[in-house]
């Protein structure tokens, strides 16, 4: 009677057998593909890892490659006498640039030697033409001549005596006595290039004071033959702190330089 | 397989862009480091074609391998047994070739090719 038709009782064990063999079967399929998953991924990161790896190896072993410890003793022998050869031009160019800037100064040295001896020159002919102010120690003569009794080659005296005395410079009333300087005049007036002198004459003179003193004072010199005449008085006084204006520059306007040689 | 390889070619791409070089001292270290490696994932591969796979053996394996071999060419400079990385390189070449060739007939009777 039961082989007809199932009894629900059948129908409901058959489905529970059913549903626990359906079960297991995806319980099995979740575990399987979880350690495919697993298998995978770890697969995969140790891949990934060595990969890596690698590619950081070959890197460091290129320029290990490249570098001096790898080469053969034969490759550094010839690498060896490159460097050498190359130093020793190198020590040459050296060598010659050395020689080459000794030269240089030598010539730098040789045409600051010239130059400091032309300024050198320059500054003793201009000392001595009088072109330039000068200052420094020296005397100072003040003669006065109340009655008007000098006469101009007084003064020449006054000078040529002072520059037997070794002045370096010379000026009268702020005049500067320079190389071409003249004296004229008459009648009680003394002129200086031309320009008349005020009376109360005051001689500057740079120099070595007690030369120059000497030079005036010297017993039957000039300063005693001034005196003699009525009125004059002569006063030499050293100072310290003096200074003589520049003189003008004469050129030449009717002759001309001779050059020697 | 195509994940796997996949994964090889990311990393080779990522040293490419990092830019990374082994300093000339680690040069030997990580050589033989390297190879013991590509032995371990060999060895892997081999496992998960005979399904005895196992990751925690597959890791486990992966970093002793590794470690052991940098730790034998270490040991050898030490000594003064420069050589003894060569131990190391021999040993898991040799692995490597028996892994590969184990692979190889793996994959050939899994593909019917026997």
Same mark, same amino acid.
């Given at each position: 009677m039961g082989h007809s038709r199932p009894t629900p009782k059948d129908a409901l064990i058959h489905l529970r057998e059913e549903s626990a063999k359906r079960l297991s079967a995806s319980e099995r399929l979740v575990e399987q593909s979880f350690n495919q998953a697993r298998l995978v991924t770890s697969l995969a990161v140790g891949l990934l890892l060595v990969g890596f790896l690698l590619v950081a190896q070959m890197r460091g072993q290129a320029t290990f490659s490249g570098s001096l410890e790898r080469q053969s003793d034969q490759n550094l022998a010839i690498i060896?006498?490159? *460097?050498t050869a190359e130093n020793n031009v190198l020590r040459t160019e050296v060598a010659r640039l050395q020689m080459r800037l000794l030269e240089a100064g030598q010539a730098t040295e040789d045409r600051t030697q010239l130059l400091s001896e032309a300024a050198r020159e320059l500054n003793s002919v201009s000392m001595m033409a009088g072109l330039e102010a000068a200052a420094g120690p020296g005397i100072v003569v003040t003669i006065t001549d109340p009655e008007r009794v000098l006469l101009p080659q007084d003064f020449v005296r006054v000078v040529h005596e002072l520059r037997g005395g070794g002045a370096e410079a010379i000026a009268i009333n702020a005049i500067r006595v320079t @190389? /071409?300087?003249?004296f004229s005049g008459g009648g009680g007036r003394i002129e200086l290039d031309g320009t008349t002198l005020a009376r109360d004459y005051e001689v500057i @003179? *740079?120099?070595?004071q007690n030369n120059l003193a000497q030079a005036l004072e010297l017993p039957g010199g *000039?300063? /005693? /033959? *001034?005196v003699t005449f009525p009125g004059v008085t002569v006063q030499v006084a050293a100072a310290d702190e003096l200074s003589v204006p @520049?003189?003008? @520059?004469v050129g030449y306007s009717i002759g001309s330089p001779v050059e020697d040689e | 397989? #195509?994940? #796997? !390889? #996949?994964? #090889?070619?990311?990393g080779v791409t990522l040293g490419l862009l990092t830019n990374?070089? %082994?300093? %000339?001292? !680690?040069l030997t270290y990580l050589g033989v480091a390297v190879l013991a490696a590509i032995d371990a994932c060999l060895g892997g591969v081999k496992a998960s074609l005979e399904e005895t796979f196992d990751d925690k053996i597959f890791i486990s394996g992966f970093?002793?391998?590794?470690?052991?071999?940098? =730790?034998? %060419? =270490? %040991?050898?400079?030490?000594?003064g047994v420069r050589e003894l990385y060569l131990a190391a390189v021999v040993a898991f070449g040799l692995r490597v070739f028996e892994n590969l060739g184990t692979v190889r007939r793996l994959l050939f009777s899994r593909w019917g090719w026997e």
């Open positions: 060896i006498q490159q *460097l @190389a /071409t300087s003249g @003179a *740079l120099g070595n *000039l300063k /005693t /033959t *001034l @520049a003189g003008s @520059a | 397989m #195509l994940v #796997l !390889a #996949l994964a #090889l070619a990311l990374v070089s %082994v300093p %000339v001292a !680690a970093l002793t391998n590794t470690l052991m071999a940098a =730790f034998i %060419v =270490f %040991v050898g400079d030490r000594i």
